[in-house]
DNA sequence: GTCCATGTTCTTTA
DNA sequence: CTAAAGAACATGGA
């Protein structure tokens, strides 16, 4: 559900947060914590919040005792900025209070969650940022796999915070077909699949991301970015660079859309 | 009932 | 041993 783009839209949304302290936090169930027993609860009530930022699909939350936790959304899940005691979703797991105003964390699925760090970022399972790479960086991390370009860019140590949709939309922006060898891209592809994917996320950035079906901002409002789709969910409808029919595969494990026409 | 879904991680296979 | 492919996770909507 929510990429880069999102998960940005949201971190910047939450910034009215950033100096207040958290009054209370309440766990509605525990298996959304990692460690399950950091005592999550105890550790963040009165701590003021430093600064909210995202890395790669990561909200992370700074406290003033200098550690850190970060929430990851996963398919489904939702950060809310709400009024104090707004009723609670069917599937809210955890309730920050900050007075006059609660942050509220619901997720059906529960493929996201909570995670405790203390006091260290972990960086270990985490590639570069997409709009930071650099055309070498990405060149070099390409030429050192054997799978297809599609796997290679959903593999968050390769680069950290594209989704299947901006995955697919990138290649088709810079007319690369998805089941391309990553290694076998030539350094003029990788460039512009580089500028490509900023492009993208630079425009996702601007229209508040992409809702396809769960995907809210921070204060409720969905993302405009999925009127602009050029192939993801246009799977039997004509190209709109090249008028070929986009299809829609199996691979990596995901629904892929591409031009057979003009992604090659 | 079936299949599918903006993601990650664990297990199995090569 | 490592890299890559597949299955699993849990819920809801078409």
């Known amino acids: 559900m929510p990429e880069l783009p999102e998960v940005q839209t949201i971190v910047n949304d939450l910034q009215p947060l950033a100096g207040a302290t958290i009054q209370r936090a309440a766990l509605l169930r525990n298996d959304i914590l990692t460690p399950a027993d950091c005592d999550f609860c105890r550790r963040v009530r009165q701590q003021r919040i430093l600064a909210i930022f995202r890395r790669a699909k990561r909200i992370v939350f700074a406290l003033e005792d200098g550690n850190y936790f970060y929430i990851h959304l996963g398919m489904t899940g939702r950060l809310s900025l709400c009024r104090a005691h707004a009723p609670l979703h069917k599937h809210t797991h955890l309730v920050f209070d900050f007075g006059p105003r609660q942050l509220h964390f619901t997720d059906p699925r529960r493929f996201g969650g909570v995670f405790w760090l203390a006091d260290q970022l972990d960086e270990s399972a985490l590639g570069p940022e997409p709009l930071l790479i650099t055309p070498r960086q990405l060149a ?105 029919l986009l299809v829609k595969i199996t691979l990596a494990g995901r ?8 992604q090659s």
Do not use: M, W
Not at 185 to 213: D, E, M, W, Y
Not at 222 to 230: I, L, S, W
């Open 255 to 262: 629904g892929t859309h591409y031009c057979p026409q003009c």
């Open 140 to 244: 070099q991390r390409l030429a050192g796999t054997r799978r297809c370009i599609k796997a290679a860019l959903l593999d968050q140590k390769l680069i950290a915070g594209l989704g299947n949709i901006y995955v697919d939309e990138s290649l088709h922006a810079a007319k690369i077909a998805p089941h391309t060898p990553a290694a076998l891209l030539r350094p003029q592809q990788v460039g512009l699949l580089c500028r490509s994917i900023k492009t993208i996320l630079r425009r996702a950035l601007n229209h508040r991301g992409s809702t396809f079906s769960d995907y809210r901002g921070g204060n409720g409002s969905p993302g405009e970015f999925q009127r602009f789709h050029r192939v993801y969910g246009r799977g039997g409808l004509p190209c709109h660079r090249c008028g070929g």
